[in-house]
């Protein structure tokens, strides 16, 4: 752990002193024993069943573990008895807050190795449904970053101004959650009458929402105290954990897969901004996700206006054979950067994919972060990082 | 990159995005060469491959019929490959946005690689996964505990000879659990 120590911050290096100085001490004196704390499995702050082990020394964290797997379904596996349309309906469950984001990759690599591009028209409404759901995820992300610190109202006004959002999705693809609606080739269906103003109006109170939200949460003092300058994570660190996303960028690197890897899709049509913030703190990832929220605003706005007339369905044969090849697809997903190796045989289905999912390396980092942190601050810390379960876990 | 790595490359190929093979031996040795030399900083993931094709198709055979006899031949993917397993990993430079896979061979008789993870520190917990999912050994690493599943669970799910019990075990689309319609004369149809 060379490297690691090098850009340890001094307060994370008295803690580990300190927990050196802990463990020397417990035969002689008794009265700084260390505690382990068990949080979780079910924890209001962990979106979902993921157990934290943090042994503490006093009220700081010395050591903390993540403990995953409650909610290992094993899609790499079962990917490779399912034909490539069947796929699409497991890695929906992926990121269950933002799922059609979870297709896309999948689809667009699929395509890849078919040498098949979606006709214009579907990309532009595939880039607008996934912006949609970086939306409602990071939406409720928003909201419920306050819970955690006991602001109780951001969570209302989140769910209230996410349902705006899911009864598009719904509008669109007739799925509130799991749309399962890309296809390969395209979409399954054009958007319905009416659509385009609705969401329209829509994005004009989700700027709103971003208004309040930083009224309410941003400018609080209490929120500010609890976040600024806890739980930074240097540059160096978050590259070597793969940190991806916003918890990349509130790190202070400018990479956005949206705009730095040309993929068929509708991104580059748009003028949209991507944001860094140099501080690496809680503060500056959720920032971060706050601004991506106003942008993707921004972006669905821009795209909902020009749309191209067309076919929404390239011509594939019905029967999807993938020819054989290798292919490798992230886009960056509302948590971070989402990836599909794809390994085909020439087959129904394909030989072997890996899922690599944002929030797996998003959590990776909690043993390095958590260390020297205080117990209240384990639940902020995680609540910026902004994982879900079934994104570590698949 | 070719001048960095030197003979550490086996094979490399190009298509869209690039793929290195490096030697088994060299495999530390040269993502440390990516990370300091060539500016690869940024640790996407790790996994593994196993390369032979699965004995038991996708699971879809009728249990009362004799099992059929696959084709079980070994052949590698781009960049080639001697072994059956092969962990692969990918890697990016976060200021010129160019990324890398890079393969390595784990020798058959005795799954064992290095340990990255104090190259990358990501690399950790991928090397957990990979180490339970296909049972290979990373020399060097701190913690190799099961992340997923049980302790006391035997086998490595995601190599290919592991069969996918749920479909062993019931026949696969479901055509067992039809029961008659109520009035239906012929019983349910199945599709």
């Known amino acids: 752990m060379s490297i690691t120590d090098r850009v340890l911050g001094d307060r994370q290096r008295l803690a580990y002193i300190a927990s050196q100085a802990a463990d020397a001490r417990l035969n002689v004196e008794l009265e700084t024993e260390g505690m382990t704390l068990n949080i979780g499995p079910q924890h209001p702050a962990t979106h979902g069943t993921l157990r934290i082990i943090a042994r503490l020394d006093g009220e700081q964290v010395v050591w903390a573990e993540p403990s995953c797997g409650y909610m290992h379904r094993g899609y790499e596996k079962l990917a490779e008895v399912r034909t490539y349309p069947q796929v699409t309906t497991l890695v929906n469950r992926i990121d269950w807050l933002g799922s059609f984001a979870n297709e896309v990759p999948f689809i667009l690599a699929a395509e890849k190795l078919m040498d098949v591009e979606a006709p214009a028209r579907a990309q532009h409404i595939r880039t607008i449904l996934f912006e949609l759901s970086r939306i409602a995820n990071v939406s409720l992300f928003l909201g419920d970053l306050g819970v955690q610190m006991g602001a109780i109202t951001p969570v209302f006004f989140a769910f209230r101004d996410r349902e705006y959002v899911l009864n598009l999705i719904e509008g669109a693809t007739g799925g509130r959650f799991h749309p399962n609606f890309d296809r390969i080739g395209g979409l399954k269906d054009d958007l319905p009458k009416g659509w385009i103003a609705e969401t329209k109006a829509v994005m004009k109170k989700l700027r709103t929402f971003c208004d309040q939200i930083e009224d309410l949460l941003f400018g609080n003092e209490i929120f500010q105290s609890r976040t600024r300058g806890i739980g930074v994570i240097p540059r160096d660190v978050a590259l070597q954990y793969g940190l991806s996303g916003a918890n990349l960028r509130a790190s202070g690197v400018d990479w956005d897969l949206r705009r730095d890897h040309p993929l068929p899709m509708a991104w580059n049509k748009a003028d949209w901004k991507v944001w860094t913030h140099p501080d690496g703190d809680s503060f500056a990832r959720c920032w971060i996700r706050l601004q991506e929220t106003r942008e993707a605003t921004k972006i669905v706005d821009q795209l909902i206006d020009t749309i191209p007339s067309g076919p929404i369905m390239a011509k594939v044969p019905k029967i999807i054979k993938v020819p054989e090849g290798e292919a490798w697809v992230s886009t960056e997903n509302p948590l971070g950067e989402m990836g599909y190796y794809v390994v085909s045989r020439g087959e129904l289905g394909p030989f072997r994919v890996k899922i690599r999912s944002a929030s797996f390396n998003n959590i990776s980092i909690a043993p390095w972060v958590l260390r020297g942190v205080y117990v209240p601050d384990i639940v902020t810390v995680l609540a910026s990082l902004y994982f879900i379960l079934g994104d570590i876990d698949r | ?191």
């Open chain 2, 1 to 191: 990159m070719k001048a960095a790595l030197g003979d550490r490359v086996v094979d490399s190929f190009h298509k869209d995005d690039l793929w290195l093979r490096v030697r088994t031996d060299a495999w530390k040795s040269s993502m440390r060469t990516l990370r300091d030399t060539l500016g690869f900083h940024y640790f996407s993931f790790l996994s593994a491959i196993d390369w032979m094709p699965s004995p038991y198709g996708r699971g879809e055979d009728d249990p009362t019929e004799p099992p059929p006899v696959r084709d079980t031949t070994i052949r590698p993917g781009y960049a080639g490959g001697d072994t059956r397993m092969q962990v692969f990993a990918r890697v990016g430079n976060p200021v010129s946005h160019v990324s890398v896979i890079v393969k390595v061979d784990v020798p058959d008789a005795q799954p064992t690689l290095d340990s990255i993870h104090d190259v990358y520190a990501g690399a950790n917990w991928h090397e957990r996964e990979t180490h339970e999912m296909f049972g290979i050994n990373f020399a060097g690493h701190p913690d190799l505990r099961n992340m997923y599943l049980p302790v006391d669970f035997e086998g490595h799910p995601l190599r290919k000879d592991y069969p996918l019990l749920a479909r062993m075990i019931k026949p696969w689309p479901g055509i067992v659990d039809v029961e008659p319609l109520p009035g239906g004369s012929e019983g349910g149809d199945d599709e």
